[in-house]
Structure formats: C-alpha cells, structure tokens
C-alpha cells in the first residue's frame, strides 16, 4: 500500500469536513438516494467522435481491424461492467484506494463511462459491491446484488460496517442496488430493501416475467465456499419471499460460487456448479440432475468462458450451452499449500443441448489452456474469446508462491474466434488477430458495443490498489477496444428497425439499399438481437444471441426489403428488458440500435407469430439483344428461401422433449 499515506491525511480532513453529506439509513426497508456528484476524469486518449450510435450510421473510431486499442481510462477497477444506453458502460469495483476518481471526498468504486469521449464520471454506490452479481429487469432497470463486509486498506474488514473513513463503505453482503441508466449524466445508484440472506459471488439470470432470480453464493467469502457459510438458497427479485434450498449448491462444494446458470427456452435453468450440473424448474422447485461436466471445474474460481451459443430459425431457437477451459482440480484439491498458480488450465471445450439432450459433447480443444476466458458474442454470429491466463486459477491471496497476489499466470493475450456454423473441429480461428498487451486476469470484463467493437476493461488480483515496479498483475484502468474483421467495412444503414420487440405478433419490414446489399446479398441478410449481459468473472450473465426469423424481397435496383418476425412466442427464449438489435448482411453488422424486448414486468403478452411473406428475387433482366422483347424485370415467389431450408434441418437432430 505505497499510496496509503500519501492520501490518509487529505482524507481525514475531508471525513472531518464531510458532515453534511447525506447519510444512508440502516434500516431494512429505506431506501437511499445517493445525491454524490462525481468527477469527471479524463482519459489519456483523444475522443474521436461525440455522437452515440443508433442503428444507423457508420463507426467513427479509427481503430485497425484485428487488433486491439487503448482507448481510456475506467476511473475504478473494471471487475463488474454493463451496457446501460447506447452510449454508457456502468462499471462497478470492489470499495478499494481508486485514487484517481473519487465521491464525496472518498475513492469511488462505480463509475459511468462515457463511450463518445473516453471519459468517466464517479458515482456513489454506497456499500461493498466486491463479487456481486447483475441483471437487467422487464422494465429495464439494472439490479446488482450482494458483495461483501465494509473493509478498510488492504481489503481487510472495517470496523465500522455502516460508513466512515477510509473507503466510507456499507456492508454490500444483502445488499440489492438498482440503476436506471440515463445519457445525461444523473442517474444514480438507489438501494433498496436488502436480500434476507447474505450473499457473496451470487449469480443472477432474467426470468421470463422480467424478473430474476438469485443463486448462491457464500457469506464471507474466501477463495472456495465451505459448508461453515454456504447460501444454498435461491430467491428472486422482485422478492418472492423466503429463500428457497436448491441441492445441488449444497452438494458441489466447494468450487460452487457464481454457480453458471441459463434460462432454457424450455423455461428451465440449466445449472452448472463444480463438476455438477442439472436442469432446474423452477417454477415447481424440482431438480433433475444431468451427468457430471466432463474434464473440467468451469465455475469460478476455475473459470471457464461460458456461452448459450445462438438460438437462431435454423437450429429452432434450441440452446447448446458451451465451456471452454477452466481447470480440472477435484474438490480436495482447492487448498492452497500448493503452486496453483503454475498449473496449467484445462483446453477443453465441452457443450451440452440441455432442453433436448442430457449428453455432453466434447466439442474441440482449445490452442491452450485457459482459465477465465470470457465469450463475447458478434452479431456476425461467431464468439469472440478474449482475456485470461494459462496456468492457475481465479482468486488471489497472500500466498508465496502467488504471482504477486495472483493465482493465476501466464495471460492468453491473443483472442480466439468461434464460428458454431463450421463443423467441430474446425470452429476456432485465431488467423490476423493482433493480441493486446493488457493482461486481464482475476477481475477482468468485456463488453460488446453498439458499433460492434469489444470493450475490455479491468484486472486486479489483489486485495486492495497495487500497482508499481515489480507489481506483474497492477490494480488495472486502461480501457480496451478489440476491433473485429468487419469493423471498417461499410456497413448496412437498415431503415424501419423498430424500438420494442413483442413475443410473437405481426412482422416488420426493414429496407436495405443497394449500397447496404452489395449486390444481392439480401439473402444473407439477417437481424440479430443480442442482451450483453452483465459483465464480471470472466461471464456475461445473461448474455444471449437471438436470429429473428425473416424473408426478404429483392428489387431490380439491388435494394430490397427484409420481412422480420417478432421473436418467437416464447419469452424464455428470450426474457423480457433492453437488447441491441442488428441487421447483418454478409457478415458485416450494422450499428447496433437500442430495443425494448417484451411488455415490462410482469406475465409476457403473446401473440401467435405473423406470417411472412415468401421470399422472393427479381428475375435476371431478360436478354434483349436481337429479340426486341420487354426490358422489365419480373419478381417472382421463390418459395421460403434459405431460412425455412436451414430451419428444417432441425427435424434431423430428433427433437427429444426431456424432463417434461
Ligand atoms: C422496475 O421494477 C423494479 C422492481 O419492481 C422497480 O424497483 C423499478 O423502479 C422499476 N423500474 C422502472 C424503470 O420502472
Ligand atoms: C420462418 O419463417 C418461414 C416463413 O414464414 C417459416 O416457413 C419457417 O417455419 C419459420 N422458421 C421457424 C424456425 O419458425
Ligand atoms: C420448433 O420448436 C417449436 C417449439 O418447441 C415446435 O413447436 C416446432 O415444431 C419446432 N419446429 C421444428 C421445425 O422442429
Ligand atoms: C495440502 O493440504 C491438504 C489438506 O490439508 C493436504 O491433504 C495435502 O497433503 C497438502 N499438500 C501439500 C503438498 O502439502
Ligand atoms: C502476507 O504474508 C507475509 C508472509 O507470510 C506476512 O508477513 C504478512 O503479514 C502477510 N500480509 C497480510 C496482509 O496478511
Ligand atoms: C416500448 O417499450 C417502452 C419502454 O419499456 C414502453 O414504454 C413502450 O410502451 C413500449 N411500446 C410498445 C408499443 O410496447
Ligand atoms: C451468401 O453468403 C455465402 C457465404 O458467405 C456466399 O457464398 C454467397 O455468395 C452469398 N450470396 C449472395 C447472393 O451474396
Ligand atoms: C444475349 O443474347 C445474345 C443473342 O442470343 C447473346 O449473344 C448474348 O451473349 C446474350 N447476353 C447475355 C448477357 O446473356
Ligand atoms: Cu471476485
């Protein structure tokens, strides 16, 4: 802590000075305001363009296809992340020394970053977010729960659990905290009745009425869980009462932290925690327990990248859930009188298809081993695979053999690409991508952004800020951006895209021009919806990848009209809140515009799912030379197209209804 004393007396005097400031109350049922105004901290980089992206439009960075970028500068450590508007990434830290932004006179651990310029404004947060998990609601508010006891430097525990000096922080461990967020710079975090149970590195999955549920996690915390402070309980939010047991967090101890959870477009969960997995109806509260994981604990603090790959018309929105990497300790070896940190992560990638299978596949071998890989899915339908290291695993400690604090080694810092269209054994590429030079371990995150590019931020394998000579994993700021393949290209400006999606319900129409089409290619065009998710631990939760069915319409100038279906009806495939929506042609995605998915919270309305027209193209212009025919071009039917092709690939894969 080289800095502490640097800053203990400045902050001192500010505690002294600060005894106006509105004081959050302790009970149960208040609800707190925060009225902090933070500052705005500039970046290092120079912004490069003002205006948000909507849909339409070309990107304004100048950034290099393939390679990554340093953009900025996070304010607080980038450990939790998500995209709140079009233009904002609401980063929330563990409470530590952020000397560089701070709130009321104290270092802050949240902040809102600005994507246009670089820039981040300080936001009060009031208690420990350390290991605390998030989720978008129906109505499109953002809820982030738990974290841990109030600590003092070094991430030890404060005496006082209700504010003061030197990090001014409220126990986070029941703590639920809402943000709507907002592109004018004043919204806040807002407290709210805290959970009834403790819960640190809980995980949290929207549910099909636009609420969430809660699962797991310990109450004090440490590198595993153990049976002393397990939370083998479930609830949901908004509360529908008591905490519920759920057996599987009792049985998988210890690695059953920030246990991996999927809404299933069944309506059930799928969970995977340690080597257990199952599907979870938690609608009866019944368990149906699935074959253990094969080759590797995923969960935290192994770590795999976890995915739902994308639910699209051909595969009949049939999720196939994904773990690459991780590590393959068995439940005795969690204990740290060993080199956790030189040993190598698992390269193996696994998948299951649980709503119409209970196998699991081997899928193909990671280039190497990885632990705390994070997925972020393209809009051009592949899976980008970024941050993370080699040996070890997540978590840190005061141990001799860590590296530094860290548990894990060796940082991946080139990314992977995963294309779940080409055959198994041939779905990951690496060929052209530039690697960074960020190490982005334990407490990392990455975001996709409405242009398309990748946001990658945090890193911080250490209790408190730690940074300077001979510190290999410092207390990480800078911002990245990844830019993809199809950042430069010219990009399809899609007119008619609407803001609200329904669950079934008439189509739309969205017109593409000949500029937008490049000859055609209409016919591999496609709108895409995408939920980032919510960022921390090498997860999105969350995160999902929706093809809306569609037909199109070509005319003979080359421009042509897409005829979209709402999303299925079926809100679990998925849940009701906000989501980007693309439209890509040939691969090359359009700007990201902002959509409301579903009616609010509350039961979904839906509707029966609209016709699409055919699809169909204009013949070829007739040849004229010496005949003296007609010169105009006919449309004519051609029948479904290629969506209702692919679409009926399914019936091959012998759709089995499971646990039904
Ligand atoms: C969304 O619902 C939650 C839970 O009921 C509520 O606290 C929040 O204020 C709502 N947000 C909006 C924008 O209505
Ligand atoms: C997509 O729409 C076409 C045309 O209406 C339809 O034939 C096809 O069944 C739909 N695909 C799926 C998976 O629903
Ligand atoms: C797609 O899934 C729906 C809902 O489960 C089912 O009704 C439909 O028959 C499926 N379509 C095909 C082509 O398998
Ligand atoms: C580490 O501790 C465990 C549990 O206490 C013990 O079983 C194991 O033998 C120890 N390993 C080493 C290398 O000391
Ligand atoms: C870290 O470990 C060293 C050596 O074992 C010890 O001297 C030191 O007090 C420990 N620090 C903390 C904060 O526990
Ligand atoms: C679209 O979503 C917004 C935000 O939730 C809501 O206020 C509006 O009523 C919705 N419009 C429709 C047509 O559903
Ligand atoms: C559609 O995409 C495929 C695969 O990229 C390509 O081979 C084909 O030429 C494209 N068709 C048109 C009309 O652009
Ligand atoms: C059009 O027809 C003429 C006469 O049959 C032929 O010579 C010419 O190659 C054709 N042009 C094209 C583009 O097919
Ligand atoms: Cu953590």
């Not at 530039?434 to 996709?448: D, F, I």
């Not at 669950?503 to 016919?523: H, T």
């Not at 998915?597 to 007739?622: D, F």
Request: charged share 10%; net charge negative; hydrophobic share 35%.
């Amino acid at each position: 802590m080289p800095m502490a004393l640097t800053v203990l007396l400045p902050l001192l005097t500010l505690l002294v000075s600060t005894t106006a400031r509105p004081q959050p109350q302790a009970e149960a049922t208040a609800t707190y305001l925060a009225t902090a105004s933070g500052s705005i901290l500039p970046s290092g980089a120079a912004p490069t363009n003002t205006a948000a992206p909507s849909g339409t439009g070309q990107p304004t960075r100048d950034g290099t296809v393939n390679q990554f970028q340093i953009v900025g500068n996070s304010g607080v450590s980038a450990q939790q992340m998500f995209l709140g508007t079009l233009n904002k990434v609401y980063i929330l830290d563990k409470t530590e020394e952020n000397l560089q932004l701070q709130v009321d006179g104290f270092p802050a651990w949240g902040s809102e970053y600005d994507l246009a310029t670089d820039t981040v404004r300080g936001m009060f947060v009031l208690s420990n977010t350390f290991c605390a998990a998030g989720a978008s609601l129906g109505n499109g508010s953002w809820v982030n729960f738990g974290g841990n006891q109030a600590v003092t430097w070094g991430g030890l525990t404060a005496a006082s659990q209700t504010g003061g000096g030197p990090y001014d922080d409220w126990d986070g461990g029941q703590a639920v905290r809402l943000l709507d967020p907002c592109d004018d710079g004043t919204c806040e975090w807002v407290n709210l009745a805290p959970m009834t149970t403790r819960r640190w590195y809980p995980s949290v999955e929207p549910l099909e009425d636009g609420s969430v549920i809660v699962l797991g996690g310990d109450e004090w915390g440490g590198y595993v869980n153990d049976a002393s402070q397990n939370n083998p309980t479930i609830e949901f939010f908004p509360s529908r009462g008591a905490p519920i047991g759920l057996n599987i967090l009792l049985n998988s101890l210890p690695a059953n932290l920030y246990p991996l959870t999927w809404l299933l477009p069944s309506g059930n969960l799928l969970i995977q925690t340690n080597w257990a997995a199952e599907i979870y109806d938690y609608k009866a509260n019944v368990e149906y327990p699935l074959p253990n994981i094969p080759n590797a604990v995923r969960t935290y603090p192994g770590s795999g990248a976890t995915a739902m790959l994308p639910l699209t018309p051909a595969n009949n929105w049939t999720a196939t859930v994904l773990f690459c990497g991780g590590t393959n300790l068995e439940p005795d070896q969690w204990v740290t009188n060993w080199t956790i940190a030189a040993y190598p992560a698992d390269e193996s990638c696994v998948s299951i298809s649980p709503d119409i299978s209970s196998t699991w596949t081997y899928d193909s071998t990671l280039p190497e081993g990885r632990t705390m890989g994070q997925f972020i899915m393209l809009p051009d339908s592949t899976l980008f695979l970024t941050n993370g290291g080699g040996t070890g695993t997540a978590g840190y400690g005061n141990d001799t053999w860590a590296i530094g604090h860290s548990y894990a080694d060796n940082p991946v810092l080139t990314p992977l690409v995963y294309d779940p269209r080409l055959p198994a054994g041939n779905r990951w590429s690496r060929q052209g991508l530039g690697s960074s030079t960020v190490p982005r371990m334990y407490h990392s995150s990455a975001l996709l952004l409405p242009d398309g590019s990748v946001f990658v931020a945090g890193s911080n394998p250490n209790p408190d800020y730690t940074v300077g000579a001979g510190v290999k994993y410092p207390t990480e700021y800078r911002t990245e951006r990844f830019y993809p393949w199809y950042y430069s290209s010219r990009r399809p400006e899609p007119q008619g895209l609407p803001s609200n999606l329904s669950y079934g319900g008439e189509p739309f129409d969205v017109q593409l021009s000949a500029q937008d089409l490049q000859n055609n290619g209409i016919v591999n065009a496609s709108v895409i919806v995408i939920r980032g998710g919510f960022s921390t631990h090498a997860m999105n939760m969350g995160q999902r990848f929706v093809q809306l069915n569609s037909t199109y319409t070509g005319n003979t100038d080359g421009s042509g009209t897409l005829h979209v279906s709402q999303l299925p009806p079926n809100p679990a495939i998925l849940p009701p809140g906000p989501a980007m929506v693309f439209v890509t042609v040939g691969g090359v995605p359009s700007l990201g515009a902002f959509v409301m998915v579903g009616s609010g919270m509350g039961t979904q309305q839906v509707l029966p799912a609209g016709a699409l027209k055919a699809s169909s193209m204009p013949l070829p212009a007739p040849n004229t030379t010496g005949s003296g025919g007609g010169n105009v071009a006919v449309s004519a039917a051609m029948g479904g197209g290629v969506e209702l092709g692919v679409g009926l690939l399914v019936v091959g894969l012998g759709l089995v209804a499971l646990m039904l």
